[in-house]
């Protein structure tokens, strides 16, 4: 039986063989500005730098955001090297794996 967090990994992989998915700090922060991001996700073990302003940067856009992960399963998972930020272009997506997130809280 596969875990939420299995679950939320196969997601991101399938967004991001759909071209829905942007990575990395720079790319995401871009998206992000432009409107085209509908959930950020940062890595756990991110800088409290990046961290910060990914969160500033998402409230002030009322973009949700989540700290998920490692930044090397975070990579792992799109098939690509670690990557600490994540945004989720498409809105189905996002609220799918916003959905296993707080399904996996419980």
């Known amino acids: 039986m596969k875990t939420n967090e299995d679950k939320i990994y196969s997601f991101l992989g399938l967004a991001t063989r759909a071209g829905k998915i942007v ?20 890595a ?3 800088s409290d730098n990046t961290k910060k302003l990914f969160k500033d940067k998402s409230s002030y856009r009322n973009v ?3 700290y998920f992960s490692s930044k090397l399963q975070l990579g792992c998972a799109i098939g690509k090297a ?7 272009k498409d809105i189905n997506f996002a609220n799918k794996i916003l959905e296993l997130m707080e399904t996996s809280k419980i």
């Open 82 to 88: 670690p990557r600490a930020a994540l945004g989720v």
């Open 64 to 66: 949700p955001y989540v």
């Open 44 to 46: 756990e073990d991110a």
């Open 23 to 42: 990575s990395g700090d720079d790319s995401t922060l871009l998206e992000l500005k432009r409107g085209n991001i509908n959930l950020v996700i940062v």
